[in-house]
């Protein structure tokens, strides 16, 4: 395992048309580089329609390059689309089929390591807006309570990973689809969902060039925090998608298109290595995905980071851990005592936090004895109420910690949990995405896989999503806390700069 933190989510949405019968898409386990080399025989037409994207591509204006004095907005051309704020951007444009499209993700930005009011201009204007934020932030306890308390054992989730998949989907969609996935998702319209998406998606890529450029000025080159996301449209060759759609995932998501043949077996491997290749390697799933797949939908969340004080070798010793069922097993401990910690005293449970090197804190929720990890999956709301991490109530002082080392993968079918939040329409022949194809498409199914360990240098962890469809405030002082993690507890990893739940997780049995 690698001396830092590493999380890794991936998330796929599937489609089919209409007429198709559902089937889903699984997954079993593989990585990419050069992924398009087999398709180009099957794309008519391609280089004309991709030298027009070229051409629009580089028509923008980047915000990492441009004058950064009194930025307040990102410069993105795309930010501002002269279609109506809440319409979907197919319908008006033309469509091609399997059409591959390059996107470019967002250029380094030409900042000395020594500016500082440079870098904190360019990263002010990737600002998000108090109501995506919390829009972020409810979808996380939303479907972080639905996913973690019906998953027997441990479970890692990432909310960040699903919410932009949803939402690439969500920017095609129309009426009640759009309504259920708009409404879950905490906006108000399509133009500035896509809007705040490309900026979080830019702080992530400018935070993390400036945290590593900065350790290397400073000599601490083996500093190597990233929050890297990634998005791509997988299409068949046969489905019509509107170049506006792809337009749309290209500029304000960053999302390639890759016009692919779902029944050769290569797609799959093609669509692992991308994923590889976005996670570092940390996954390298083997997908299999429905030859009736029309369309498929991925995200990727990379999240590297070590403590910003880490836990001596040392100090690492064999102890139980207390399950569920009260039976014991011994797994190694990481011990260490900060002086000057922070935490919280709650109702049935306790609540710390763990700092990195990115900006982030990994927080630990300990029930009180006799209590358990469910009574706090139980609903949104009592997760909201044991995890909330805002500036009010932490109490500052000595924290003794005792964390277990373990390492775990989950994967989840996330169908259910999506209907049950109230997004069920997209699941039917009643579905409406009319935004991406004028094929009836709707969506067959949603996967995310995820791995996290904690070692005494940091986390290391992947995820992935995937959706496919087919066509048819001031600190008290207390003296100490102990967090001894030697019964079931909750973990997240939270961006404190925007409030953001990158991962919710629950650890039944470090062991396992």
């Known amino acids: 395992m690698k001396s830092a933190k590493t999380m890794v ?4 949405l599937a489609a089919v048309v209409a007429s198709t019968a559902i089937t889903g898409c699984s997954s079993s386990g593989t990585s990419q580089g050069q992924n398009q080399e087999g398709q180009e025989q099957n794309r008519g037409g391609q280089e004309q329609n991709q030298e027009g994207q070229d051409q629009s591509q580089g028509s923008q204006e980047n915000p990492a390059t441009a004058d950064t004095n009194g930025a307040e907005e ?10 109506e704020e809440n319409k979907s951007p197919g319908k008006a444009g033309t469509c091609a089929a399997g059409k591959t499209m390059e996107a470019k993700e967002p250029e380094k930005a030409d900042i000395s390591p020594e500016d500082y009011e440079g870098w904190n201009r360019l990263l002010k204007a990737q600002t998000l807006s108090g109501e995506f934020q919390k829009g972020l932030e409810q979808f996380a306890w939303k479907s972080g309570s639905q996913v973690l308390k019906d998953a027997p054992g441990n479970g890692n989730f990432s909310p960040l990973s699903l919410y932009y998949t949803l939402a690439l989907a969500g920017c095609g969609a129309e009426g009640e689809t759009a309504a259920q996935i708009l409404g879950s998702l905490g906006v108000e319209d399509r133009k500035e969902l896509a809007d705040q998406c490309r900026r979080l998606y830019q702080w992530y890529v400018y935070q993390t060039q400036r945290d590593q450029e900065q350790m290397a000025h400073y000599g601490m080159e083996g500093n190597k925090s990233t929050i890297r996301l990634g998005n791509s449209l997988w299409i068949s060759d046969q489905l019509p998608v509107y ?8 500029e304000q998501f960053f999302a390639s298109s890759y016009g692919v043949d779902f029944g050769d077996p290569s797609t799959g491997k093609q669509m692992g290595d991308w994923i590889a290749e976005k996670t570092k390697g940390v996954l390298a799933p083997k997908l299999e995905p429905d030859p009736a797949t029309a369309l498929a939908i991925l995200n990727t969340l990379y999240f590297y980071g070590g403590w910003a004080e880490p836990f001596a070798e040392g100090d690492t010793r064999e102890d139980a851990f207390t399950l569920e069922d009260g039976t014991q097993v011994q797994v190694p401990y990481m011990n260490q005592t900060q002086l000057d910690g922070a935490f919280k005293k709650r109702d049935g449970c306790m609540l710390s936090w763990l700092e990195t090197g990115n900006n982030c804190r990994m927080i630990f929720l300990l029930p009180d004895e006799g209590k358990t990890v469910e009574e706090f999956l139980d609903s949104p709301e009592k997760l909201e109420a044991a995890m909330e991490a805002g500036q009010e109530g932490w109490s500052q002082g000595t924290v003794v910690w005792k964390v277990p080392k373990f390492s775990f993968g989950s994967s989840y079918r996330l169908e259910d949990t999506l209907a049950a939040m109230g997004m069920d329409r997209m699941f039917g022949e009643q579905a409406e995405l009319g935004g991406i194809s004028p094929e009836h498409l709707y969506v067959s199914s949603v996967i995310q896989e995820t791995h996290i360990g904690v070692d005494e240098q940091g986390v290391e962890g992947a995820a992935y999503t995937m959706l496919a469809m087919e066509c048819g405030a001031v600190l008290e002082q ?15 990893i ?9 991962f919710l997780g629950v650890c039944r049995n470090p062991e396992s």
């Open 74 to 83: 990102s410069r993105n051309p795309a930010a501002s689309p002269s279609r």
């Open 243 to 250: 170049e506006d759609y792809q337009n749309l995932a290209a």
């Open 494 to 502: 939270r961006d404190n700069a925007h409030d953001v739940w990158l």
């Open 9 to 12: 989510t991936v998330c796929l």
């Open 478 to 492: 207390e003296e100490t806390a102990e967090m001894i993690l030697d019964r079931p507890f909750l973990f997240g």
